[in-house]
Structures are given as C-alpha cells and as structure tokens.
C-alpha cells in the first residue's frame, strides 16, 4: 500500500457525459501527478500540482481539468467523454524535493469505462 | 519524446538474471524505475540520479550512463515475483515530471 488513494475504483458512463476523479496524497506528500494509462500508449503524463499550484502539464485535453485543494487532495475532470478516453488513471504523490529524489508513489488508479 | 525501452518482452527461468535497457534523446537529470502488475499500480524501484548516487531496491541494481543517456537495470537470480511489466521514467532537471518508456514485459517461469 503506497498511501496514495484513489476514488472510485472502478466508473464506467456513457460517451458525451462528465465525470470527477479523486486522489488523496500521502501524508507530507505536497505533489501529485496524474497519468492516464490505455492499452496502446503506456504511461501518459497529464498534469502536476504542488502545494495547489499547477507545475507542469503534459499532453493534457482541454477536456480535462485538475486542480488541487488546500487539504492537497486533488480531483481530475474528464468532460465531453469519448470512448477513447476509456483508460486506467492513476495519481502519484511525491514529497517536497530536499535531495534532488523525488520517487512518486502510485496509487491503486480509477478505471474509466466510456460506453 | 518517449525512452525506448528493450527489450520489449522476455520471458526467463526462476534464477536466471535479465538486463532492461532504457535510452533516451534528451539530455537526463534521473531515471526512475518501476514495475507494474497487471491491473495494478507501478510500484517504485529505484531512482538514479546525474552524477551517480542512487537509491532504491536491495535485491536490484541500476546503472546510469550519463554520456549514451542511458539506464539499465539488472534483475539476478530472478524470482517469480519478479514477473511484470518494468518501466523506466526520465526527468529533465528541475523538472518533476516524469517521461515514461514503452515498458519491458519480463515473465518468470518455474
């Protein structure tokens, strides 16, 4: 168990609807990191937040939103779903840089079923 | 761009030894590994940093050839435990994200 979770674990919905994505870092933790992950693209970054600000964005649809609230959780909005967005998604956490490592811890990921 | 990872599947006896071999085109500050169980999440390995320190796994070690930009990692005496899908991420410096590679598929067999 990392420390990370993840709700729900499991949503499947129907194309054109939207849905919230929810990850709890661990404790300490002040960054999280989305990834999507299909079948046929490995492991896709989507977009980092620390301590609440966004830091870095990957190959982010405008879709798709995050942000990250005051208590460091943070929630990804998918929009508009097509069913190519059926996919694993999976939040990392990682601690305040000190030393130059940054290990990102994974949580158990939502799987998104777009029918 | 993606590190092209190899090779991209090899299945080996329990107590054999494999070598993943990671590449990238850009210039690297770390490498991380991780392994992922079908349906599960990527668990952290290890992380070697430009300059040569490390820190990860007792049983797995890395090496990271700054000059080729370049990561392997070496599995001995395998386990069945071992079996998944390893992935290297690369990260640029001052930047946290991660760039994950197209992930190596190891099967331990009996």
């Known amino acids: 168990d990392s420390g990370v979770t993840q709700t729900p674990k499991h949503l499947i919905t129907a194309t054109g609807q939207r849905v919230t994505l929810r990850c709890s870092p661990r404790?300490?933790?002040?960054?999280v990191y989305w990834y999507q992950q299909s079948l046929d693209q490995g492991l896709q970054f989507l977009i980092q937040?620390?301590?609440?600000?966004?830091?870095a964005k990957g190959n982010i649809l405008e879709r798709f939103s995050a942000q990250q609230f005051p208590d460091l959780h943070s929630e990804l909005n998918l929009s508009s779903l097509e069913l190519g967005d059926s996919a694993l998604y999976f939040c990392?956490?990682?601690?305040?840089?000190?030393?130059?490592?940054?290990?990102?811890?994974f949580g158990p990921g939502t799987r998104l079923t777009v029918l | 761009q993606q590190p092209v990872q190899s090779p991209q599947a090899v299945i080996l006896r329990e107590g054999e030894d494999a070598v993943i071999n990671c590449s990238s085109s850009k210039a690297l500050y770390s490498v991380h590994w991780y392994r992922q169980k079908h349906g599960e999440a990527p668990v952290f390995l290890m992380i070697l940093l430009k300059g040569g320190e490390q820190k990860g796994h007792e049983k797995i070690s890395a090496s990271f050839n700054e000059k080729k930009q370049q990561s392997s990692l070496y599995l001995t005496a395998s386990q069945l435990s071992y079996s998944g899908t390893y992935f290297c991420g690369t990260a640029n410096f001052g930047n946290e994200k991660l760039t994950f590679g197209t992930g190596t598929r190891l099967t331990i067999i009996p």
């Open positions: 937040y620390y301590n609440g600000e966004e830091r």
């Open positions: 404790s300490g933790d002040l960054s």
């Open positions: 990392a956490s990682s601690a305040p840089r000190t030393s130059g490592y940054n290990e990102q811890f």
